[in-house]
């Protein structure tokens, strides 16, 4: 893990409060971990979109911003493919798909196990050294 996302990860205040762990970071890619809790499904018994979009968010925040420059997001799409549910354990994996200038593109792939819950494509800018 890079020092810049070290130090963005022992102050990122949500990532703590979710119980979210680094399992990778470095080169453009991240993975991030995190168990589904009873406060986090909707009224439908499933976990709530935006708890998967955060995941899959702090993946995506953490792989943009390993090569060391303050990097944030420009933009991003989710697409939900499956419900998750209590005590699930997620994992969002980030890859880069390209960096041009100060912009990049990275997908991010959310899953329990082996199956799919959802696909997010996030686009950076780079604001800082």
């Known amino acids: 893990m890079s020092d810049g996302v070290a130090r963005m990860r022992a102050s990122d ?43 899959a968010d702090t993946a995506f925040a953490y792989a943009c911003n390993s090569y060391g420059p303050v990097t944030v997001a420009a933009g991003a799409q989710i697409e939900f493919v499956a419900p998750a549910a209590t005590g699930d354990m997620l994992e969002a994996t980030a890859s880069e798909v390209a960096r041009f200038g100060r912009s990049g593109i990275y997908d991010v792939s959310v899953r329990r196990g082996d199956d799919l819950i959802a696909e997010f494509r996030g686009r950076s800018r780079t604001i800082g050294a």
């Open 13 to 55: 205040r949500v990532a703590d409060a979710l119980g979210m762990h680094v399992a990778e970071c470095g080169g453009g890619r991240a993975r991030v971990r995190m168990r589904i809790g009873p406060d986090m499904v909707n009224g439908h018994g499933i976990a709530h979109g935006g708890y998967v979009f955060l995941l």
